[in-house]
Protein backbone atom coordinates (compact mmCIF):
# COMPACT_ATOMS: atom_id res chain seq x y z
CA UNK A 1 0.00 0.00 0.00
CA UNK A 2 1.25 3.14 -0.30
CA UNK A 3 2.00 5.66 2.24
CA UNK A 4 -0.38 8.51 2.90
CA UNK A 5 1.69 11.27 1.84
CA UNK A 6 -0.11 13.94 3.57
CA UNK A 7 0.73 17.57 2.17
CA UNK A 8 2.87 16.43 -0.88
CA UNK A 9 3.98 19.98 -1.59
CA UNK A 10 5.48 20.09 1.94
CA UNK A 11 8.79 22.10 2.45
CA UNK A 12 11.78 19.68 2.54
CA UNK A 13 15.45 20.97 4.23
CA UNK A 14 17.79 22.43 1.92
CA UNK A 15 20.17 19.76 2.72
CA UNK A 16 21.46 17.00 4.62
CA UNK A 17 23.34 19.15 6.76
CA UNK A 18 20.16 21.61 7.23
CA UNK A 19 18.01 18.06 8.54
CA UNK A 20 21.05 17.22 10.98
CA UNK A 21 21.50 20.95 12.02
CA UNK A 22 17.93 21.66 12.61
CA UNK A 23 17.38 17.89 14.33
CA UNK A 24 20.84 18.69 16.89
CA UNK A 25 19.35 22.32 17.36
CA UNK A 26 16.28 20.65 18.70
CA UNK A 27 18.24 18.09 20.73
CA UNK A 28 20.83 20.46 21.90
CA UNK A 29 19.27 22.66 24.30
CA UNK A 30 18.27 23.39 27.81
CA UNK A 31 18.28 19.63 28.61
CA UNK A 32 22.18 19.25 27.83
CA UNK A 33 24.00 22.01 30.12
CA UNK A 34 21.02 22.52 32.40
CA UNK A 35 19.40 19.08 33.18
CA UNK A 36 21.94 17.01 32.07
CA UNK A 37 24.30 18.15 34.99
CA UNK A 38 21.88 18.18 37.55
CA UNK A 39 20.35 14.76 37.03
CA UNK A 40 23.88 13.64 37.11
CA UNK A 41 24.65 15.41 40.37
CA UNK A 42 21.08 14.08 42.12
CA UNK A 43 22.13 10.57 40.62
CA UNK A 44 25.50 10.23 42.30
CA UNK A 45 27.70 10.90 39.53
CA UNK A 46 29.83 8.69 37.18
CA UNK A 47 27.64 5.87 37.16
CA UNK A 48 24.56 7.97 36.28
CA UNK A 49 26.91 8.81 33.15
CA UNK A 50 27.71 5.41 32.38
CA UNK A 51 23.96 4.21 32.20
CA UNK A 52 22.99 7.18 30.36
CA UNK A 53 25.63 6.73 27.20
CA UNK A 54 24.08 2.92 27.40
CA UNK A 55 20.89 4.07 26.77
CA UNK A 56 21.34 6.81 24.37
CA UNK A 57 23.09 3.78 22.20
CA UNK A 58 20.94 1.27 22.61
CA UNK A 59 17.47 3.23 23.20
CA UNK A 60 17.74 6.53 21.91
CA UNK A 61 19.26 6.24 18.78
CA UNK A 62 17.10 3.46 16.98
CA UNK A 63 14.26 5.47 18.48
CA UNK A 64 15.44 8.34 16.80
CA UNK A 65 15.69 6.72 13.46
CA UNK A 66 12.31 5.05 14.40
CA UNK A 67 10.59 8.61 14.75
CA UNK A 68 12.20 10.33 11.70
CA UNK A 69 11.46 7.13 9.21
CA UNK A 70 8.21 7.27 10.53
CA UNK A 71 7.76 11.56 9.72
CA UNK A 72 9.78 10.74 6.11
CA UNK A 73 7.35 7.74 5.43
CA UNK A 74 4.41 9.67 6.05
CA UNK A 75 4.99 13.20 5.67
CA UNK A 76 3.43 14.30 8.28
CA UNK A 77 2.86 15.60 12.18
CA UNK A 78 3.04 13.07 14.65
CA UNK A 79 -0.67 12.51 14.84
CA UNK A 80 -1.31 12.51 10.98
CA UNK A 81 2.23 10.46 10.86
CA UNK A 82 0.19 7.62 12.92
CA UNK A 83 -2.89 8.33 11.12
CA UNK A 84 -0.89 7.40 7.71
CA UNK A 85 0.82 4.62 8.84
CA UNK A 86 -2.11 2.88 10.76
CA UNK A 87 -5.50 4.38 9.55
CA UNK A 88 -8.67 4.73 11.62
CA UNK A 89 -6.77 2.58 14.62
CA UNK A 90 -6.51 4.33 18.04
CA UNK A 91 -2.54 4.94 17.42
CA UNK A 92 -3.13 8.42 16.36
CA UNK A 93 -3.80 8.52 20.00
CA UNK A 94 0.05 8.49 20.37
CA UNK A 95 0.83 11.71 18.27
CA UNK A 96 -1.88 13.56 20.42
CA UNK A 97 0.02 12.68 23.43
CA UNK A 98 3.06 13.89 21.82
CA UNK A 99 1.04 16.77 20.92
CA UNK A 100 0.24 17.48 24.51
CA UNK A 101 3.63 16.70 26.02
CA UNK A 102 4.82 18.92 23.70
CA UNK A 103 2.79 21.58 24.29
CA UNK A 104 3.31 21.21 28.08
CA UNK A 105 7.41 20.90 28.18
CA UNK A 106 7.29 24.52 26.07
CA UNK A 107 5.34 25.55 28.80
CA UNK A 108 8.07 25.12 31.96
CA UNK A 109 11.12 25.01 29.21
CA UNK A 110 10.59 28.63 28.03
CA UNK A 111 10.82 29.69 31.88
CA UNK A 112 13.95 28.28 32.50
CA UNK A 113 14.72 29.87 28.75
CA UNK A 114 13.92 33.24 30.19
CA UNK A 115 16.32 32.68 33.30
CA UNK A 116 19.26 32.08 30.74
CA UNK A 117 18.14 35.63 29.01
CA UNK A 118 18.30 37.05 32.15
CA UNK A 119 21.34 35.89 33.33
CA UNK A 120 23.29 37.09 29.77
CA UNK A 121 22.63 40.58 30.74
CA UNK A 122 23.43 40.30 34.40
CA UNK A 123 26.95 38.18 33.24
CA UNK A 124 27.34 41.72 30.87
CA UNK A 125 26.39 44.29 33.07
CA UNK A 126 28.68 43.28 36.04
CA UNK A 127 26.41 41.41 38.18
CA UNK A 128 28.61 38.48 38.85
CA UNK A 129 32.20 40.47 39.53
CA UNK A 130 31.38 41.36 43.28
CA UNK A 131 30.72 38.09 44.33
CA UNK A 132 33.74 36.41 46.03
CA UNK A 133 31.61 34.01 48.09
CA UNK A 134 30.60 31.51 46.21
CA UNK A 135 27.34 30.90 48.57
CA UNK A 136 26.56 34.38 47.34
CA UNK A 137 26.22 33.44 43.39
CA UNK A 138 23.10 31.19 45.11
CA UNK A 139 21.39 34.00 46.79
CA UNK A 140 21.77 36.12 43.31
CA UNK A 141 19.96 33.19 42.37
CA UNK A 142 17.09 33.12 44.69
CA UNK A 143 17.09 36.58 44.48
CA UNK A 144 16.09 36.45 40.81
CA UNK A 145 13.65 33.91 40.78
CA UNK A 146 12.16 35.40 43.58
CA UNK A 147 11.28 38.08 42.18
CA UNK A 148 7.63 37.34 40.07
CA UNK A 149 8.13 40.49 37.70
CA UNK A 150 11.61 39.27 36.56
CA UNK A 151 10.59 35.67 35.86
CA UNK A 152 7.14 36.50 34.21
CA UNK A 153 9.00 39.09 32.04
CA UNK A 154 11.93 36.92 30.79
CA UNK A 155 9.56 33.79 30.20
CA UNK A 156 6.90 36.39 27.82
CA UNK A 157 10.00 37.17 25.89
CA UNK A 158 11.49 34.09 25.54
CA UNK A 159 7.92 32.49 24.31
CA UNK A 160 7.53 35.67 22.28
CA UNK A 161 10.76 34.87 20.28
CA UNK A 162 9.95 31.28 20.00
CA UNK A 163 6.76 32.18 18.19
CA UNK A 164 8.40 34.78 16.31
CA UNK A 165 10.42 31.84 14.67
CA UNK A 166 7.88 29.38 14.22
CA UNK A 167 5.92 31.63 12.34
CA UNK A 168 8.78 32.22 9.55
CA UNK A 169 8.23 28.25 8.99
CA UNK A 170 10.62 25.61 9.04
CA UNK A 171 13.70 26.38 6.85
CA UNK A 172 14.14 30.10 7.52
CA UNK A 173 13.81 29.89 11.25
CA UNK A 174 15.50 27.19 11.91
CA UNK A 175 18.23 26.62 9.77
CA UNK A 176 20.26 29.99 9.86
CA UNK A 177 20.52 30.16 13.57
CA UNK A 178 21.89 26.60 14.33
CA UNK A 179 24.47 26.54 11.55
CA UNK A 180 26.33 29.82 12.91
CA UNK A 181 25.66 29.91 16.67
CA UNK A 182 25.84 26.21 17.50
CA UNK A 183 29.73 25.59 16.98
CA UNK A 184 30.54 28.54 18.88
CA UNK A 185 28.26 27.13 21.48
CA UNK A 186 30.94 24.10 21.20
CA UNK A 187 33.72 25.91 21.22
CA UNK A 188 32.64 27.96 24.28
CA UNK A 189 32.59 24.84 26.16
CA UNK A 190 35.53 23.63 25.42
CA UNK A 191 37.11 26.71 26.47
CA UNK A 192 35.10 26.62 29.39
CA UNK A 193 36.08 22.56 29.87
CA UNK A 194 40.26 23.34 30.17
CA UNK A 195 39.58 26.41 32.83
CA UNK A 196 37.32 24.31 35.10
CA UNK A 197 39.84 20.89 34.98
CA UNK A 198 42.63 23.20 35.93
CA UNK A 199 41.13 24.92 38.85
CA UNK A 200 42.42 23.83 42.31
CA UNK A 201 41.06 20.78 43.32
CA UNK A 202 39.46 20.15 40.33
CA UNK A 203 40.01 16.35 40.75
CA UNK A 204 37.42 15.86 43.05
CA UNK A 205 34.70 17.02 40.95
CA UNK A 206 36.56 15.18 38.24
CA UNK A 207 36.36 11.45 39.73
CA UNK A 208 32.59 12.56 40.87
CA UNK A 209 31.80 12.89 37.20
CA UNK A 210 33.95 9.94 35.60
CA UNK A 211 34.51 7.13 38.40
CA UNK A 212 31.62 5.32 38.59
CA UNK A 213 30.27 3.91 42.40
CA UNK A 214 27.36 1.48 41.45
CA UNK A 215 26.23 1.67 44.93
CA UNK A 216 24.30 4.68 44.43
CA UNK A 217 22.15 2.62 41.43
CA UNK A 218 18.72 2.18 41.70
CA UNK A 219 15.78 2.13 39.27
CA UNK A 220 15.39 5.70 40.03
CA UNK A 221 18.63 6.01 38.32
CA UNK A 222 17.36 3.96 35.08
CA UNK A 223 14.15 6.29 34.98
CA UNK A 224 16.15 9.44 35.20
CA UNK A 225 18.92 8.18 32.53
CA UNK A 226 16.10 6.85 30.22
CA UNK A 227 14.19 9.92 30.59
CA UNK A 228 17.29 12.42 30.46
CA UNK A 229 17.58 10.25 26.79
CA UNK A 230 14.26 11.05 26.10
CA UNK A 231 14.43 14.18 26.75
CA UNK A 232 17.82 15.45 25.31
CA UNK A 233 17.43 13.66 22.48
CA UNK A 234 13.87 15.43 21.59
CA UNK A 235 11.97 12.23 21.32
CA UNK A 236 9.20 10.36 22.43
CA UNK A 237 6.79 13.39 21.31
CA UNK A 238 7.14 13.31 17.76
CA UNK A 239 9.90 16.39 17.43
CA UNK A 240 11.82 13.88 15.22
CA UNK A 241 8.65 12.48 13.80
CA UNK A 242 7.68 16.51 12.50
CA UNK A 243 11.26 17.30 11.56
CA UNK A 244 11.67 13.75 9.64
CA UNK A 245 8.43 14.45 7.39
CA UNK A 246 10.79 17.25 6.29
CA UNK A 247 13.38 15.08 5.12
CA UNK A 248 14.15 14.12 1.81
CA UNK A 249 13.56 10.29 0.98
CA UNK A 250 17.04 10.34 -0.49
CA UNK A 251 18.87 10.90 2.39
CA UNK A 252 20.46 8.65 4.61
CA UNK A 253 18.55 8.50 8.01
CA UNK A 254 21.14 6.12 9.84
CA UNK A 255 23.91 8.68 9.54
CA UNK A 256 22.04 11.63 10.33
CA UNK A 257 20.40 10.54 13.47
CA UNK A 258 23.69 9.13 14.58
CA UNK A 259 25.17 12.51 13.62
CA UNK A 260 22.89 14.14 15.88
CA UNK A 261 22.77 11.99 18.79
CA UNK A 262 26.67 12.20 19.09
CA UNK A 263 27.03 16.24 18.70
CA UNK A 264 23.88 16.10 21.93
CA UNK A 265 25.91 13.58 23.70
CA UNK A 266 29.17 15.46 23.08
CA UNK A 267 27.56 18.85 24.44
CA UNK A 268 26.19 17.13 27.37
CA UNK A 269 28.94 15.55 28.48
CA UNK A 270 31.25 18.70 28.02
CA UNK A 271 28.45 20.47 30.45
CA UNK A 272 29.11 18.09 33.04
CA UNK A 273 32.91 18.75 32.53
CA UNK A 274 32.51 22.05 33.16
CA UNK A 275 30.07 22.18 35.92
CA UNK A 276 31.35 19.00 38.46
CA UNK A 277 35.25 20.12 38.67
CA UNK A 278 34.11 23.99 39.10
CA UNK A 279 31.54 23.25 41.58
CA UNK A 280 33.90 20.86 43.58
CA UNK A 281 36.84 23.74 43.32
CA UNK A 282 34.80 26.83 43.88
CA UNK A 283 31.58 25.44 46.01
CA UNK A 284 28.61 27.45 45.99
CA UNK A 285 25.96 24.58 45.37
CA UNK A 286 26.14 20.85 46.57
CA UNK A 287 25.97 18.36 43.64
CA UNK A 288 22.30 17.64 44.60
CA UNK A 289 21.38 20.96 44.57
CA UNK A 290 18.53 20.44 41.52
CA UNK A 291 17.56 22.79 38.62
CA UNK A 292 19.84 25.83 39.91
CA UNK A 293 23.09 23.88 39.85
CA UNK A 294 24.31 25.65 36.48
CA UNK A 295 23.16 28.94 37.57
CA UNK A 296 24.57 28.39 40.68
CA UNK A 297 28.13 27.22 39.26
CA UNK A 298 28.81 28.63 35.93
CA UNK A 299 28.91 32.51 37.11
CA UNK A 300 31.31 31.31 39.76
CA UNK A 301 33.40 30.12 37.40
CA UNK A 302 33.17 32.99 34.70
CA UNK A 303 34.88 35.21 37.58
CA UNK A 304 38.08 33.17 37.23
CA UNK A 305 38.59 33.96 33.55
CA UNK A 306 39.55 37.05 32.06
CA UNK A 307 37.21 39.15 30.53
CA UNK A 308 35.01 36.89 32.39
CA UNK A 309 31.82 39.33 32.44
CA UNK A 310 31.79 39.23 27.81
CA UNK A 311 32.84 35.49 28.28
CA UNK A 312 29.15 34.70 30.20
CA UNK A 313 27.11 36.96 28.77
CA UNK A 314 28.24 35.42 25.61
CA UNK A 315 27.81 32.04 26.87
CA UNK A 316 24.39 32.43 28.43
CA UNK A 317 23.40 34.31 24.79
CA UNK A 318 24.28 30.89 23.04
CA UNK A 319 22.63 28.85 25.59
CA UNK A 320 19.46 31.02 24.92
CA UNK A 321 19.72 30.56 21.45
CA UNK A 322 20.56 26.58 22.46
CA UNK A 323 17.07 26.75 24.43
CA UNK A 324 15.30 28.55 21.36
CA UNK A 325 15.95 26.15 18.73
CA UNK A 326 15.09 23.61 21.01
CA UNK A 327 11.98 25.56 22.45
CA UNK A 328 10.89 25.88 17.91
CA UNK A 329 10.84 22.31 17.94
CA UNK A 330 8.43 21.84 21.06
CA UNK A 331 6.34 24.43 19.12
CA UNK A 332 6.46 23.39 16.02
CA UNK A 333 5.20 19.72 16.81
CA UNK A 334 1.59 21.58 17.89
CA UNK A 335 1.85 24.16 14.80
CA UNK A 336 2.50 21.24 12.55
CA UNK A 337 -0.77 19.34 14.19
CA UNK A 338 -3.06 22.67 14.36
CA UNK A 339 -2.23 23.29 10.63
CA UNK A 340 -2.32 19.99 9.13
CA UNK A 341 -4.95 18.70 10.78
CA UNK A 342 -7.03 21.42 11.49
CA UNK A 343 -6.46 23.35 8.86
CA UNK A 344 -5.39 26.34 10.87
CA UNK A 345 -3.04 28.80 9.19
CA UNK A 346 0.24 28.95 10.31
CA UNK A 347 -0.22 32.67 12.24
CA UNK A 348 -2.91 31.47 14.44
CA UNK A 349 -1.78 28.40 15.38
CA UNK A 350 1.42 30.20 16.44
CA UNK A 351 -0.23 32.68 18.65
CA UNK A 352 -2.69 30.38 19.84
CA UNK A 353 -0.16 27.33 21.07
CA UNK A 354 2.15 29.74 22.45
CA UNK A 355 -0.03 32.10 24.21
CA UNK A 356 -1.49 29.38 26.30
CA UNK A 357 1.78 27.34 26.99
CA UNK A 358 2.65 30.88 28.39
CA UNK A 359 -0.34 30.91 31.04
CA UNK A 360 0.95 27.30 31.55
CA UNK A 361 4.13 28.14 32.24
CA UNK A 362 3.04 31.09 34.60
CA UNK A 363 2.61 28.93 38.28
CA UNK A 364 5.78 27.19 37.22
CA UNK A 365 7.75 30.13 36.94
CA UNK A 366 6.46 31.18 40.16
CA UNK A 367 6.91 28.11 41.85
CA UNK A 368 10.53 28.36 42.13
CA UNK A 369 10.58 31.17 44.93
CA UNK A 370 8.31 33.95 44.12
CA UNK A 371 5.02 33.06 45.65
CA UNK A 372 4.87 30.16 48.02
CA UNK A 373 0.93 29.94 47.39
CA UNK A 374 1.78 27.05 45.23
CA UNK A 375 3.91 24.86 47.43
CA UNK A 376 1.12 25.01 49.93
CA UNK A 377 -1.14 23.23 48.56
CA UNK A 378 0.03 19.65 49.25
CA UNK A 379 0.33 17.57 45.76
CA UNK A 380 2.56 21.17 44.82
CA UNK A 381 5.01 20.66 47.39
CA UNK A 382 7.97 19.41 45.10
CA UNK A 383 7.90 22.67 43.32
CA UNK A 384 5.27 23.20 40.05
CA UNK A 385 8.28 23.43 37.76
CA UNK A 386 9.73 20.35 38.86
CA UNK A 387 5.99 18.63 38.87
CA UNK A 388 5.42 19.04 35.09
CA UNK A 389 9.09 18.24 34.45
CA UNK A 390 8.59 15.06 36.10
CA UNK A 391 5.32 14.17 34.87
CA UNK A 392 6.23 15.58 30.91
CA UNK A 393 10.05 15.73 30.53
CA UNK A 394 10.61 12.39 31.85
CA UNK A 395 7.20 10.08 32.49
CA UNK A 396 5.15 11.33 29.01
CA UNK A 397 8.76 10.98 26.92
CA UNK A 398 9.15 7.86 28.07
CA UNK A 399 5.87 6.49 27.36
CA UNK A 400 5.74 8.22 24.25
CA UNK A 401 9.12 6.39 23.14
CA UNK A 402 7.47 3.12 24.46
CA UNK A 403 4.39 3.13 22.78
CA UNK A 404 6.51 4.32 19.55
CA UNK A 405 8.76 0.91 19.33
CA UNK A 406 5.78 -0.98 19.69
CA UNK A 407 4.30 0.55 17.11
CA UNK A 408 7.47 0.36 14.57
CA UNK A 409 7.81 -2.91 16.06
CA UNK A 410 4.87 -5.08 15.90
CA UNK A 411 2.37 -2.92 14.27
CA UNK A 412 4.18 -1.51 11.33
CA UNK A 413 4.89 -4.57 9.24
CA UNK A 414 8.73 -5.20 9.38
CA UNK A 415 9.11 -4.49 5.73
CA UNK A 416 7.26 -1.43 5.71
CA UNK A 417 9.74 -0.36 9.02
CA UNK A 418 12.68 -1.57 6.99
CA UNK A 419 12.06 0.12 3.99
CA UNK A 420 11.25 3.39 5.84
CA UNK A 421 14.30 3.56 7.57
CA UNK A 422 16.61 2.07 4.70
CA UNK A 423 15.38 3.98 2.48
CA UNK A 424 18.24 6.29 0.78
CA UNK A 425 20.78 4.45 3.24
CA UNK A 426 24.35 3.60 3.13
CA UNK A 427 23.62 0.86 5.43
CA UNK A 428 21.68 -1.60 4.84
CA UNK A 429 23.53 -4.07 6.93
CA UNK A 430 22.19 -2.05 9.93
CA UNK A 431 18.53 -2.43 9.20
CA UNK A 432 17.93 -6.17 11.06
CA UNK A 433 19.57 -5.07 14.10
CA UNK A 434 18.02 -2.30 14.30
CA UNK A 435 14.84 -3.60 14.04
CA UNK A 436 15.62 -6.23 16.45
CA UNK A 437 16.45 -3.55 19.01
CA UNK A 438 13.26 -1.78 18.26
CA UNK A 439 11.13 -5.03 18.08
CA UNK A 440 12.85 -6.37 21.16
CA UNK A 441 15.50 -4.73 23.58
CA UNK A 442 13.92 -1.45 23.59
CA UNK A 443 9.98 -1.73 24.55
CA UNK A 444 11.32 -4.54 27.23
CA UNK A 445 13.79 -2.26 28.68
CA UNK A 446 11.52 1.12 28.81
CA UNK A 447 8.65 -1.06 29.73
CA UNK A 448 10.66 -2.85 32.29
CA UNK A 449 11.70 0.25 34.25
CA UNK A 450 8.12 1.89 33.95
CA UNK A 451 6.26 -0.72 35.51
CA UNK A 452 8.97 -0.26 38.17
CA UNK A 453 8.00 2.94 38.65
CA UNK A 454 3.79 2.26 38.37
CA UNK A 455 4.62 -0.57 41.37
CA UNK A 456 6.40 2.01 43.27
CA UNK A 457 3.79 4.92 42.89
CA UNK A 458 0.98 2.26 43.63
CA UNK A 459 3.08 0.50 47.06
N1 LIG B 1 16.06 18.24 23.53
C1 LIG B 1 15.79 19.51 24.12
C2 LIG B 1 16.90 19.82 25.11
O1 LIG B 1 17.74 18.95 25.37
O2 LIG B 1 16.90 20.91 25.65
C3 LIG B 1 14.43 19.60 24.76
C4 LIG B 1 13.35 18.98 23.95
C5 LIG B 1 13.08 19.48 22.66
C6 LIG B 1 12.69 17.87 24.41
C7 LIG B 1 12.13 18.86 21.87
C8 LIG B 1 11.75 17.23 23.63
C9 LIG B 1 11.50 17.75 22.37
F1 LIG B 1 10.62 17.16 21.62
Known amino acids: MEPNTGNLRRETWGSRTAFVLAAAGSAIGLGNIWRFPYLTGQNGGAAFVLIYLFIVLLIGLPVMMAEVSLGRRTRRNPVGAFEGAAPNSAWRNVGVLGVITGFAILSYYSVVAGWTLAYTLKAVTGAFTHLTDPGETGRLFEHFVGDPQSVLTYHALFMALTVAVVMGGVRRGIERWTFILMPILFLMLILLVLRAVTLEGAGQGIAFYLKPDFSKVTTATFLAALGQAFFSLSLGMGAMIT ?42 AEPTAGPKLVFVVLPAIFQRIPFGGLF ?78 MLFGNVALTVGGFLLCVFVGWRWSPE ?11 YPSLGRPWFLLIRYLCPLAIGTILLHLLMKLLV
Open 243 to 284: YGSYLSQSEDVVFTTAAVSLFDTVIALLAGLVIFPALFSVGG
Open 416 to 426: EALAAVMEGSA
Open 312 to 389: GGVFFVLLAVAALTSAISLLEVCVAYMTDEKGWTRHKACFLAGGVAFILGIPAALSTGASTFLSSIPLLQMGFLDLMD
